[in-house]
Structures are given as C-alpha cells and as structure tokens.
C-alpha cells in the first residue's frame, strides 16, 4: 500500500484515546458545575438570613428595652419575606431566635438575633448579627 494511503484518517485506538480524555474532561466540568450550584443554594439562603436578621434589628432599636421579649418571642419561623410560618415548610422557613446575652458595657443592653435555616441540599446553617440598645 502506498505511504499516503496509509496516513489518511484516525485510528480506532486513537479516537478511543480522544473519546476517553473528553470524558474525564466533562466529568470535571459536571463536578464544578455541582459545586456552583450548591454555593448558589448557599448564596441565597445566607443573603435571606442577613436581610431578616438586619430587619429583626432595625425592629429591636424602635422597640423599649423592657419589652424585647415579649414583642418578638423566641424562635419565630418567618419565610424570606417575612411573613409567618411553620418550621420545616416549603418555601423554605428561617428561624429567627433572640437572646440576650449578660449585660454590655456602660448600661446598654445586649441584643443577638441569630437566624438558621435549612438549604435545599439539607445543609444547616445559622448567621448570628449583635447590637446593643441603650
């Protein structure tokens, strides 16, 4: 058989190669792309718990000292925007819990409002934020 004849094309063993180092190639993108997705899922969850949580405090500092507890019992369950719920609910339900830890300095009080929820993975997760009210 004449030499250009031979050089024409792929082999068989050659395109197996090329299909193989393709595969591993894909695979490494699927678990990226796995990873993106469930630091999204995070991403939203932690943006809703720092925006609840930023809300809970903007309500403490319009709120008496002396009436804290009574106002916002301890866990509440409130969806993304608010609103009551049911723990453990679809859409997903943060627990907003508030405690108040020994007293700060110079006579003010101590405010922690710690927000915990549950992502789409089943992951548990919480953000705590403090202030404290004169």
Sequence with gaps: ???HIRDRGFTLIEVLIAMALFAI???AVAGMFMLQTRGTAFAGGA???N???VQRIEQVMNTPVAS?????PSPQFLTANGAACAAATSPP???VAMD???GGP???????VTVGWVDQIGGAHSFTMTTLRF
């Design 100 to 102: 108040y830890p020994a």
């Design 68 to 72: 804290l507890a009574v106002t916002f």
């Design 25 to 27: 190639g894909m695979l």
């Design 47 to 49: 943006s809703v718990a």
């Design 106 to 112: 110079g006579g003010t009080t101590a405010v922690r």
């Design 51 to 53: 925006n609840l949580a």
């Design 1 to 3: 058989m004449p030499e």
């Design 93 to 95: 339900c943060y627990s």
